[in-house]
């Protein structure tokens, strides 16, 4: 038996939810109290939550992980977490997804050389499968852009007497500063608008929106 049996979970937003995760783990026999889960983005691979876990796993413990991917974004860090906690920390490993990623069978020469096999091949497939996915993304976006899609907030009307304070702020009638009082703006937004609509100005066309 081992001394304590934990579960590790993983979303890559904070917008994504857990409870998948976390039901697989109880159905295994992880009590609730063991499981750590993280929620991030893409971009921010601080992980809490595994950090915790890390500094409670002591030799002779199992943990249970839903997938190898749980482990890190890429190859090199999949293959280091595992690294860190079959050889540094001692523990045993249990993927879920892959009954053969289970470090509690074959503890043999052969047994190992076949776990390590498997756990190089599924952390390179879990790695391209990311980078592909990201590609038709970015395909995927570029093909909307070019059929007219546009991305982000919907423009935003300019207050009504925008134009007639731009004007008399263009002819040293009234201050940058009075012009955006007269417009209920911050100074550093009228500013901004007042670029944008110079360059429509050099196009001969006078915009009451954001290009």
Do not use: H
């Amino acid at each position: 038996m081992p001394e304590k049996i934990y579960g590790y979970g993983r979303v890559s937003s904070m917008e994504q939810n857990a409870d998948r995760q976390v039901l697989r783990l109880r159905g295994v026999g992880v009590e609730e109290r063991n499981i750590f889960v993280d929620k991030q983005s893409g971009k921010d691979f601080e992980r809490p939550q595994y950090k915790k876990l890390l500094k409670k796993l002591k030799p002779g413990d199992l943990l249970y992980i839903l997938s190898i991917d749980r482990l890190g974004r890429n190859y090199i860090e999949i293959q280091e977490q595992w690294r860190i906690l079959t050889k540094e920390k001692g523990v045993d490993i249990i993927v879920i997804d892959m009954p053969l990623l289970n470090t509690r069978n074959g503890k043999d020469l052969l047994g190992t050389f076949i776990a390590d096999l498997v756990l190089q091949i599924l952390s390179f497939v879990a790695q391209t499968e990311r980078e592909n996915i990201r590609t038709r993304q970015a395909q995927g976006i570029a093909a909307a852009k070019l059929r007219g899609v546009k991305f982000g907030r919907p423009a935003k009307e300019l207050p009504s007497n925008f134009i007639l304070m731009y004007d008399k702020w263009q002819s040293g009638t009234i201050t940058c500063t009075e012009a955006a009082k007269a417009c209920r703006m911050p100074i550093s937004t009228f500013r901004y608008r007042a670029v944008r609509l110079k360059i429509s100005d050099k196009n001969k066309t006078k915009k009451c929106t954001f290009l």
